[in-house]
């Protein structure tokens, strides 16, 4: 399965930059361990982290104006050569104005650090909107900033059954798949199979849509990780710091070698996050996602 998995994979690619590895990014929080909010120089001493322990010099942020975060990580980005993919949470009107506030008054000073624009985080998953009516708001964005790259992310399994028709449709500029095998309750074993066929149907059913691979959107795999040591387990799924290893370097890895675009959800631990607790009362520990810790020391190597 995990050979016919990578081999779809590469068949959903474009054959001729196949050889090519995919860029490699990281999830950022705004928020220093003690849930205050952080500023350019936290930012700054989160990259020179992220750079010296995997190269990566880009990383993804979800609402553009929690903590100020557009106005403190672009001077920050600025400084140490990194590049942002900048959110805005449109789950209600007022976030969606704070956020589209905050990248049309930073944005513009710092277009070269902007990579792109995610208008939504698995939004249409959690039912706050048809793809229409989240459309209407990703062109809302890109009309205010025509010139930077604009799209949403959402579930691979809520892209694959076709309720983000209408944004692929329209042409958008970026489609982020999010493929955690974690919350799929994959054995550590079984993850990268799991993960590679989700992305495989995610990736196909867009360019289906997209009428082939020149007309889709640019492709990413929007988040995927697995908690270490201190995280709950997950059906099969266990958390651990061993099996974070071996799903970063065999599965995440690998992505990158096939050329996936792709964020690790997370760079560092947020031990100030609360218990989340699902529809079911299953209770889980968020707090452990991280490739780093809190106090940003590497839990195993992130070079890939
Ligand atoms: C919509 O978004 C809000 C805020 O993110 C959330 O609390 C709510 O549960 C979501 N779902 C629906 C169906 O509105
Ligand atoms: C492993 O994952 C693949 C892909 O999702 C699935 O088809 C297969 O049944 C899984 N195998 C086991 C042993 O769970």
């Known amino acids: 399965m995990y050979l016919t998995a990578i081999v779809s994979l590469a068949i959903a690619l474009a054959p001729a930059v196949v050889s090519a590895k995919g ?27 992220i750079l010296a322990a995997s190269g990566s010099k880009l990383v993804r942020g979800y609402a553009a104006s929690d903590c ?33 506030k905050a990248l049309t008054t930073y944005v513009p000073q710092y277009k ?14 959690r ?62 074993e079984n993850a990268t199979a799991v993960y590679f066929d989700d992305l495989m149907q995610a990736f196909g059913h867009i360019q289906t849509v997209a009428g082939g691979v020149d007309s889709a959107p640019e492709l990413w795999n929007g988040e995927t990780g697995w908690p270490t040591t201190g995280g709950t387990n997950f059906k099969a799924a266990e958390a651990g710091t061993e099996n974070a290893k071996h799903f970063y370097q065999k599965g995440f890895c690998a992505a990158i070698d096939w050329n996936v675009n792709s964020f690790y959800f997370e760079a560092f631990d947020e031990p100030w996050k609360p218990l989340s607790v699902g529809d079911d009362g299953f209770s889980a520990d968020e707090t452990h996602w991280g490739a780093m810790t809190a106090d940003r020391n590497s839990k195993f190597s992130l070079k890939c």
Do not use: H
Request: aromatic share 12%; charged share 25%; with cysteine.
């Open 68 to 100: 100020d975060a557009a106005k403190w990580i672009l001077p920050a980005a600025k400084k140490k050569g990194f590049q942002v993919m900048l959110g805005v949470w449109p789950d209600t009107p007022e976030s969606f104005a704070l956020d589209k």
């Open 127 to 188: 039912g706050n909107f048809t793809d229409l009516e989240l459309l209407d708001k990703i062109q809302d964005i890109k009309q205010a900033l025509p010139y930077a790259k604009v799209g949403t992310a959402d579930s691979w399994n809520v892209i694959r059954d076709g309720k983000a028709d209408a944004i692929i449709r329209a042409g958008v500029d970026l489609m982020l798949v999010n493929a955690f095998a974690f919350w799929q309750g994959a054995t550590i």
């Open 23 to 49: 860029k490699v990014g990281f999830a950022l929080g705004t928020k220093m361990p003690n849930g205050e909010c952080k500023f350019q120089p936290d930012y700054e001493a989160d990259f020179d982290t």
């Open 112 to 125: 070269e650090q902007v990579y792109g624009i995610t208008v939504g985080s698995e939004s249409l998953y």
